[in-house]
């Protein structure tokens, strides 16, 4: 069992849609979990940061972190064009930074 | 800020070849780390530095891969020889120090083709 599971899809919605990107994970000692976003030929870009559980809202996105079901979620409202990406979550076990990361989620957003 | 900056962007060799990947981190950045992407996957940690020192190896095949931080700043990553399961994204990226509160910022990676 990989310790960060995602759908890699790909999914595609349109403009405006409201958008659910999720992952699991194994180890309960994961404690920092963060969305990046990775447009096509580019590094991955820190979208999300959060510790523990609990929800963490920046503009159009949400992250949500429920440590109890291991579960964790991206909400894009309003989606764009521009956020078609691949979409990475990952978690760290705060034990030096080492991040582990999911297959990633292909999003594309129609006009 | 300048962001993470990697050389070359794309290099193409043949199986039993060398390579040499170069990674200077942002300005201040104790802490560097090289992960590998394969195509449809996310990236894995090849090897992490917290100044000069390396921190965890553990999954870099050192049989064939190498890589140094002499000065604590930029870092260079080799494959010798190389195969062609390593084509991949070679992806560094730095933070701030090592505790997990500290977001990792990446280089937009070399492309490596082994034919």
């Known amino acids: 069992q990989k310790e960060v599971e995602q759908d890699p899809g790909p999914l595609s919605v349109p403009e405006g849609a409201i958008v659910s990107l999720n992952c699991t994970y194994s180890n309960s000692a994961f404690q920092y979990f963060m969305w990046y976003r990775q447009y096509s030929r580019k590094g991955p870009e820190l979208l999300m940061y959060?510790?523990?559980?609990g929800n963490k809202e920046d503009g159009r996105f949400t992250a949500q972190v429920d440590k109890s079901s291991k579960y964790i979620s991206l909400f894009i409202r309003d989606s764009q064009p521009s956020d078609s990406a691949t979409y990475l979550c990952a978690s760290d076990y705060n034990q030096g930074g080492k991040l582990i990361f999911g297959q990633g989620t292909e999003l594309s957003v129609k006009p | 800020e300048a962001g993470v900056a990697q050389s070359p962007r794309y290099k193409i060799i043949e199986k039993r070849q060398s390579v040499a990947f170069w990674c200077n981190p942002i300005s201040g950045h104790a802490t560097l780390y090289w992960y590998q992407q394969i195509l449809g996957q996310g990236p894995k940690l090849l090897i992490q530095f917290q100044n000069n020192g390396v921190v965890d190896d553990s999954q870099l095949p050192k049989d064939r891969f190498s890589a140094e931080r002499l000065k604590g700043v930029d870092s260079t990553l080799k494959i010798q020889p190389a195969k062609l399961e390593d084509s991949a994204v070679y992806l560094c990226a730095s933070s701030l120090d090592i505790r997990g509160s500290s977001p990792l910022h990446f280089g937009n990676g070399t492309r490596l083709t082994v034919t």
């Open positions: 959060t510790y523990s559980s």
